[in-house]
């Protein structure tokens, strides 16, 4: 009977150690799987990271892009807008030197046609008074 009892305990100890062995593979099996899972997820999350820095650093450039086209753009506005003074400046100083360069020639040939007109008036006088002398 005890032998009985030895074998049956021996029977049980295999059994149970069977099924620790079994359960200790299926438990491996599922951490396993569970480990597969969590590196998926885990390379799934980092894939998605860097799809959002790379639309974060392309949005980024975007954004540096059109403020330098505003920049470029608001500078070339100055650029033109000084241009446009000063060649109106040029313009202003040419047409009054051009005014004065006229006014100067006018009030040359005013006094060349008064100094005809004094030197035609002398000889009218010269001669009306000959004419009245020879009378």
Same mark, same amino acid.
């Given at each position: 009977?005890? $032998?009985?009892?030895? *074998?049956? %305990? ?13 359960? $200790? ?13 969590? #590196? #998926? ?5 980092? !894939? ?5 820095? #790379? ?8 954004? /540096? ?8 753009? &608001? ?8 241009? #446009?003074? &000063?060649? !109106? ?9 051009? *005014? ?5 020639? $006018?009030?040359?040939? %005013?006094? %060349?046609?008064?100094? $005809? ?8 006088? /010269? ?9």
């Amino acid at each position: 009977h005890e $032998r009985e009892h030895d *074998r049956e %305990i021996s029977e049980l100890l295999t059994k149970h150690e069977e099924e620790m062995e079994k359960l $200790r593979a299926e438990l491996n099996k599922e951490q396993q799987h569970l480990l597969d899972e969590v #590196q #998926q997820q885990m390379a799934a999350t980092h !894939r998605a990271e860097i799809e959002q820095v #790379q639309l974060q650093s392309q949005t980024l450039h975007s954004l /540096e892009l059109e403020a330098l086209r505003l920049s470029l753009n &608001n500078m070339h506005t100055s650029q033109l807008e000084l241009t #446009q003074s &000063n060649l !109106r400046k040029e313009k202003e100083t040419a047409l009054v030197e051009l *005014r004065e360069m006229l006014n100067d020639k $006018r009030a040359q040939e %005013i006094a %060349i046609l008064q100094s $005809r007109h004094q030197l035609e008036w002398e000889k009218l006088k /010269e001669q009306c008074l000959k004419e009245k002398e020879d009378l």
